[in-house]
């Protein structure tokens, strides 16, 4: 028979266990960023509107929008990307469009 102090141990240990899991499963830093891109001649805008968050198997994304294009059409970009631009001077919301369709 299990005494009731070595079951209390055995629950705070558990405890502490599943709040070091939860520690470790904090929200983490997006992978991505979502834009919508308009065209206008040789230019092209990117409006932010959601990021994304790779799966841990690198195998999927999971994609929060704050707003929807009309078009439907969402580009995803990879986050250090755009830190590499703001390190580089190039932060504004008017971006080169980087490749062709």
């Known amino acids: ?5 070595t079951r209390v141990k055995a629950r705070e240990s558990a ?9 470790s499963e904090a929200p983490k830093r997006p992978s991505h ?3 919508q891109v ?8 990117f409006n932010n509107i959601g990021v994304g968050f790779e799966h ?11 707003s929807v ?6 580009t995803l970009r ?5 830190l590499a631009k ?4 190039q932060g504004s919301m008017q971006l080169e469009q980087e490749h062709e369709r």
């Open 69 to 74: 294009p009309v078009d439907g059409k969402v």
């Open 38 to 45: 308009r065209e206008n001649g040789e230019k092209s805008y």
């Open 78 to 82: 990879r986050f250090e990307d755009r």
């Open 86 to 89: 703001l390190k580089d001077g």
């Open 15 to 23: 405890n502490a266990k599943d709040r070091q899991d939860n520690q």
């Open 33 to 35: 960023i979502a834009y």
């Open 56 to 66: 841990k198997d690198e195998k999927g994304i999971n994609v929060i929008l704050e």
């Open 1 to 5: 028979m299990i005494n009731p102090e």
